[in-house]
């Protein structure tokens, strides 16, 4: 690899994860694109990303959940059907642009949701539905594990939507969601096998101390409003470049 390219990986991947970590999520969507234009293959890019995940959401749960009154019922109900998908989704190869055109789509929930284009709901909509929670579950869980992402940029203008979470709880729920869900994503994409590029092994950990300070600074320090927007600016460049190419 280029000296030029580990170096613009190793300052972006750690500075996503610190970024996506202050707000509850697990950062995947920004891995994928930081891997995806850096020119990695999706075999390695999706398990890379999972593995980011599955550590900087941990970590990112363990430091919202002191903040809230954690909603351990409706978590439960969501991921009984989320893994199973998740781990289908994984099983899944998709071709290379196919791949990268999906991402760029994806990109653009986090998008609208930093920039307060899903409303927050005071009332709880269709709670009482039983099925409701199974199919959120099994339709964010599959898509997760087909692009090799947690499915929290999904779930949290969901939740907030439906008002079946307050501001804190999405965080944490969103949170430990990606982290089950990128597991059964891994294991679908890789089985038990690792990641063979020796570079990417490098690069994992200066990432998750990334996670690890800005799932601390976001939970317990500052406000995440400037976080937000910066976010928004860089994802809709990436999301703009991933769909034309």
Known sequence: MESELFIYLIILLPVAAFFYASVGHGGASSYLMILALA?????????????????????????????????QNLFLQLVIFSVPA???????????????????????????????????????????????PPLIGILIGFFSGLIGIG??????????????????????LSAIFIFVNSVAGYLGT?????????????????????????????ALRFNVKFVKHLLTFVLAGAAIKLILS
């Not at 990695?40 to 009154?69: D, G, K, W, Y």
């Not at 899944?92 to 929930?109: C, Q, T, W």
């Not at 939740?159 to 999405?170: E, F």
């Not at 089985?191 to 976001?218: E, H, K, M, R, V």
Request: hydrophobic fraction near 55%.
């Open 39 to 71: 020119g990695f293959a999706p075999e390695e890019i999706r398990p890379t990303a999972l593995l980011l995940n599955m550590a900087v959401s941990f970590i990112a749960f363990m430091n919202h959940r002191r903040s809230c009154e954690f909603p």
């Open 86 to 132: 998740a781990f289908l989704g994984g099983l899944v190869v998709v071709e290379s642009a196919i791949y990268k055109n999906i991402l760029g789509v994806l990109l653009l929930f986090p998008i609208l949701n930093f920039l307060g284009a899903f409303p927050k709901n005071d009332k709880i909509i269709l709670r009482d539905k039983i099925w409701v």
């Open 151 to 172: 499915g929290g940029i999904i779930l949290s203008p969901v939740l907030l939507m439906l008002g079946w979470t307050n501001v804190r709880q999405t965080a944490a």
């Open 190 to 218: 890789t089985g038990f096998n690792l990641i063979d590029n020796q570079t990417l092994w490098i690069l994992i950990p200066p990432a998750i101390i990334g996670g690890i300070l800005g799932s601390y600074f976001g």
